[in-house]
């Protein structure tokens, strides 16, 4: 029974060993850039075109947590909202408030390891939370009737792109990721799309609501353990 018992202890010391070899675990933080646009409606009548929508580009902070093949990430954005607005003469863009949003995301990546420096392509799904937003004046945009609820702000999203590290010591590591993302509508805009196609098919035409997208770039330092 002993001699059992030391032969299982001695299996799990040699199973986290393997594990450990395998899945190299990390964790660290930095800051990060995101830019989003064509968040919005149109509607098409014919060769015309209407839009309604807003660019959000944020600055934040970001902690990320890595097994080698998975990294997930949490963070943090203020944003800077520009409303855009196109009909078939005129395109006109105003300063449109602001907003901070919490963010989550989980991508599956695949490193190649060059000795200092190891280079990754990367492939997941994201989800942003808007926590308060305000319009030029700096009133509240969920004060109005025409969102009854921030949260119908909200996204979730794709994201694809690259990333390496570059090692600092044995343990640090310096982290860069350039990403593409592209965010499924919010509710809200979901909503507007279904009120542009009431609307264009009184004339012949659709509405719906737009993809937003843009770039997502990060920096930070990382830790090995």
């Given at each position: 029974?002993?001699?059992?018992?030391?032969?299982?202890?001695?299996?799990?010391?040699?199973?986290?060993?393997?594990?450990?070899?395998?899945f190299?675990?990390?964790?660290?933080?930095?800051?990060?850039?995101?830019?989003?646009?064509?968040?919005g409606a149109?509607?098409?009548?014919?060769?015309?075109k209407?839009?309604?929508?807003?660019?959000?580009?944020?600055?934040?902070a970001?902690l990320?947590?890595?097994?080698?093949?998975?990294e997930?990430?949490?963070?943090f954005?203020?944003?800077?909202?520009?409303?855009?607005?196109?009909?078939?003469?005129?395109?006109?863009?105003?300063?449109?408030?602001?907003?901070?949003?919490?963010?989550?995301s989980?991508?599956?990546?695949y490193?190649?390891?060059?000795?200092?420096?190891?280079?990754?392509?990367?492939?997941?799904?994201?989800?942003?939370?808007?926590?308060?937003?305000?319009?030029?004046?700096?009133?509240?945009?969920?004060?109005y009737?025409?969102?009854?609820?921030?949260k119908?702000?909200?996204?979730?999203?794709?994201?694809?792109?690259?990333?390496?590290d570059?090692?600092?010591?044995?343990?640090?590591?310096?982290?860069?990721?350039?990403?593409?993302?592209?965010?499924?509508?919010?509710?809200?805009?979901?909503?507007?799309?279904?009120?542009?196609n009431?609307i264009a098919?009184?004339?012949?035409?659709?509405?719906?609501?737009?993809?937003?997208?843009?770039p997502?770039?990060?920096?930070?330092?990382?830790?090995?353990?």
């Amino acid at each position: 029974m002993k001699k059992g018992i030391v032969i299982l202890v001695l299996l799990m010391f040699a199973a986290t060993g393997v594990f450990a070899q395998a899945f190299s675990m990390s964790a660290g933080g930095g800051g990060l850039f995101d830019w989003s646009f064509s968040n919005g409606a149109e509607a098409k009548i014919g060769s015309d075109k209407y839009y309604t929508g807003w660019r959000d580009m944020g600055f934040g902070a970001f902690l990320f947590f890595d097994a080698t093949y998975v990294e997930v990430e949490l963070s943090f954005a203020y944003a800077l909202l520009t409303s855009v607005m196109i009909n078939p003469s005129d395109t006109n863009t105003e300063k449109g408030g602001n907003m901070m949003k919490a963010g989550a995301s989980i991508l599956g990546k695949y490193p190649f390891d060059f000795g200092f420096i190891t280079v990754f392509p990367l492939l997941g799904v994201s989800y942003h939370a808007v926590i308060i937003a305000k319009d030029q004046d700096g009133d509240k945009i969920n004060d109005y009737s025409m969102l009854d609820n921030i949260k119908n702000l909200s996204q979730f999203g794709l994201l694809g792109g690259a990333g390496f590290d570059i090692d600092l010591t044995r343990s640090l590591f310096l982290r860069a990721e350039a990403l593409y993302q592209l965010c499924l509508p919010s509710k809200f805009m979901s909503d507007a799309g279904e009120v542009y196609n009431e609307i264009a098919k009184l004339s012949g035409g659709t509405g719906y609501a737009t993809l937003g997208m843009g770039p997502r770039v990060k920096v930070g330092v990382g830790y090995r353990f």
